[in-house]
């Protein structure tokens, strides 16, 4: 930090010559970009390479460190200092800038480390950590084919490797990539709501639709309703079995009996299906069931069945795994709750959607997490525009 003050009372001193002040700025500014050319002196991958070898050095000896990074546990911050910051009117080298990101880590879990006993937050892999930084150097924008280009293609494969996976017609289906599981909750309640309030879209909501789902549902819901302007007083909680914390649905058909006597439409029933906590897994065939037989009331659509599996989805990474002849050979301690669990979660089939959080049992970094529903046609043409929307499928 001494250099820099220096280095800006030295620039403070030749105040006068304002335009080489300038020419100074632009040679320091072009040096702080990569280059646009091939073996033009691009800075870039070498101060990567630096940058990477300078936070490994954060990480513990093998066998012997701690499960954070660095030898400083404790919390730096100055809470009462922080927030008293302004921008600094001279530029920083990027080296020194660096420096100081790398500085922020300090303390930090270190998520790969094997005594690093965190539930939803692995280490990502190489191949994602690297495809997530190529992507910042180019910045594909998804906004439009133009802006994208062939890297659309990850999403569209992605999004069809999962459908498959829950036993969909893959072409029929879509996906959206967004940031979280609390943005996969957002969107089936968005779908949800312009199903079965078709005229929200542009009235607004004027119905208090309700969002049943059960006692061990993630929080999110509170958000979901809230930000989508449902309003949090319209969820409905549903009891779960004290054994295996699954929907009750003993109770799940008492509530929608009530609301079909009271003309209540329902927006959109959550399965959830793996939970950070007690990894509960709802009846999701008994769900859809149930839906069938309690239609909304007559001038409402139909109610939405949404699998929040955002955590619970890797499971299906065993459909065609062979459980008697166990090729991987797992042990008989563990393979009769991998079977298990991937009969708990195959039941997405059912569902209208359902969500993936990467970054939490797919080894990604943060944020990718995708909302991938079974009827592209319907989910579309219900969410489009005559005018622009959002995001489309701008190219051929
Ligand atoms: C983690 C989690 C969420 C929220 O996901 P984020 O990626 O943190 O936004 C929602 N539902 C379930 C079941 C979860 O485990």
């Known amino acids: 930090m001494i250099n820099i003050v220096e280095e800006n009372t030295k620039i403070k001193n030749v105040s006068g010559q304002s335009d080489k002040h300038w020419e100074k700025y632009r040679l320091d500014m072009l040096k702080s970009f990569p280059s646009p050319y091939r073996n033009e002196n691009d800075t870039l991958a070498l101060a990567i390479n630096k940058a990477i070898l300078e936070i490994d050095n954060l990480k513990p000896e093998k066998s012997m460190g701690s499960a954070f990074l660095g030898t400083n546990s404790e919390l730096t911050i100055d809470f009462e200092k922080v927030k ?18 790398i500085k922020l880590f300090e303390g930090l879990p270190n998520w790969g480390h094997p005594l690093t006993m965190c539930n939803v937050n692995p280490q990502g892999n190489t191949a994602a950590i690297i495809a997530a930084i190529l992507t910042e150097l180019f910045a594909p924008n998804i906004l439009e084919g133009e802006y994208a280009w062939n890297i659309h293609q990850a999403e569209l494969e992605s999004g ?8 969909w017609v893959s072409k029929d289906s879509g996906c959206v990539y967004t940031y979280g ?43 979901s309703t809230d930000w989508m302007g449902l309003g949090m007083n319209n969820i409905i909680r549903i009891k779960t079995d004290v054994e295996t914390n699954a929907m009750d649905t003993i109770d799940l058909e008492e509530v929608m009996k009530d609301c079909t006597a009271k003309k209540i439409p329902i927006a959109s ?18 769900v859809r069931t149930l839906i069938e037989k309690y239609p909304n009331p007559e001038g409402y659509g139909k109610t939405l069945l949404y699998c929040d599996s955002v955590i619970g989805w890797s499971w299906l990474a065993f459909k065609n795994y062979d459980f008697t002849i166990n090729p991987l050979g797992f042990s008989d301690t563990v393979l009769p709750y991998i079977e298990k669990n991937y009969n708990a979660i195959k039941d997405v089939f059912y569902a209208d959607a359902f969500g993936v959080d990467f970054h939490k049992t797919g080894f990604s970094p943060y944020i990718s997490s995708v909302f991938v529903y079974k ?16 995001l489309q499928p701008r190219s051929p």
């Open 84 to 101: 008293q910051s302004s921008l600094n009117q001279m530029m920083n080298k990027p080296e020194i800038v660096i420096e100081e990101v």
């Open 160 to 167: 069809g490797i999962l459908a498959n996976l829950a036993g």
């Open 181 to 223: 599981g609390s943005g996969c909750w957002t969107y089936q309640l968005k779908y949800a709501l312009t199903r079965v309030l078709p005229d929200s879209r542009n009235i607004g909501i004027r119905t208090d639709a309700k969002v049943i789902c059960s006692q061990q549902a993630h929080y999110t819901m509170l958000n």
């Open 269 to 286: 029933i959550v399965c959830t299906m793996g939970t950070t906590d007690a990894n509960a897994f709802d009846p999701v065939k008994k």
């Open 375 to 390: 009827n592209a046609l319907e989910f579309e043409s219900l969410l489009s525009r005559d005018s622009s929307v959002y």
